[in-house]
């Protein structure tokens, strides 16, 4: 029994230590207004931990926006990376991009963004750890258009 304490005690340990180590932050860019959308570019930031990494997997390493009726994400792009042993994998600072459509009608005002961030670190031996998601809230102004 003591085994099986210690050795969930050492798992969450281990989680713990590389989910404080771990940051994602988003940025938006300048909004572009058209007669049938509102484009917004919306960068999200995965710094991950010394010694780990993230593979190539979009079902794994992802973020959907939601939060305004209407909105539309585009299709995520990746950034090149490195190849390890056959796979496409990031280390350190890694971003995607893509675009947000918001409706070309959307009246002005202060809009609450919710952006669920997706990821699966693996350490340089290929051990990789559960999925996890972090949540991040961003607020956009629209101001007269």
Known sequence: MKKIILFVWL?????????????????????????????????????????MYQSYNQDFFYFTVEGIEGL?????????GEIKDGITVYFGKTVLSCTIHLPADL?????????????????IDGMCYFPEEEEILMEIE???R
């Open 11 to 51: 798992i969450l340990a281990v989680v713990s230590i590389f989910a404080d180590e771990m940051s994602i932050s988003a940025k938006l860019s300048v909004l572009e207004i058209t007669s049938e959308a509102i484009i917004v570019p919306l960068e999200v930031e995965y710094l991950f931990p010394l010694n």
């Open 72 to 80: 539309v994400q585009n299709v995520i792009t990746y950034p090149e």
């Open 107 to 123: 009246p002005t005002g202060s809009y609450e963004l919710h952006i669920i961030a997706g990821y699966q670190l693996c350490d």
């Open 142 to 144: 629209l101001n007269s």
